[in-house]
């Protein structure tokens, strides 16, 4: 058995699996990069830009992504070629810093927002305030999260996009009696 894990088949069979998962990672990461730029210019067509804010909170997140990324190309440039198995380790850096590239583009979507007066863009929705059935702070590991229930889905926050959209949403929400009160 261990003869298989030395040979090439079996850094073969690595790299076909590598690049498959890749690719369909790559695949679906486009695919949420792409609904998420349509929710956006729908929200521009629609409700325009003027009293609207964009937040973002993906900082720190895409400083680690990139640090990160940079470290592969530095494996893929550094790695001696006189090494045994240089080239399996430079695609392995190589489909690795692919995948962190796709995570880089998921937390920048995942964490900004654009923050209206009537409505708002999470992910690759654009949701109305009126649509807003709940939102519930929840705890999933360490991690602390915020479900966003709309009457078009479900979404999981940040805590801190999670205030960011409730304070907008309490905003809208007094402005609407507001209105009402002087009707």
């Known amino acids: 058995m261990s ?4 040979s090439p088949a079996f850094f073969y069979l690595l790299v076909i699996g590598f690049a498959a998962y890749t ?3 790559l695949y679906n990461v486009f695919v949420f990069l792409r609904g998420h730029l349509q929710a956006r210019r729908l929200y ?4 325009g830009m003027e009293n609207a804010r964009t937040v973002n909170q993906f900082w ?15 494996n893929i440039v550094t790695i001696r070629p006189e090494m045994e198995q240089a080239a399996w ?11 962190l590239l796709g995570q880089l583009a998921v ?17 690759n929705a654009v949701v109305p305030f009126k649509s807003v059935v709940s939102m ?20 999981d926050l940040s805590t801190e996009m999670g205030k ?3 304070e907008a949403h309490e905003a809208w929400r007094r402005e609407r009696k507001e209105k009402k009160g002087k009707k």
């Open 89 to 99: 380790f430079r695609m392995a850096f190589f489909f690795i810093g692919m995948i």
């Open 164 to 166: 960011v959209i409730h």
């Open 44 to 47: 521009k067509e629609k409700y």
């Open 136 to 155: 519930d702070p929840k705890r999933r590991g360490i991690q602390r999260m915020v479900t966003l229930t709309t009457t078009q889905g479900k979404y």
């Open 60 to 74: 720190v997140w895409a400083a680690l992504y990139v640090f990160m990324i940079g470290y592969c190309i530095y």
């Open 107 to 123: 937390v920048i979507v995942k964490r900004s927002a654009i923050i209206g007066p009537e409505a708002f863009v999470v992910e």
């Open 23 to 25: 690719v369909y990672y």
């Open 3 to 6: 003869e298989f894990f030395n």
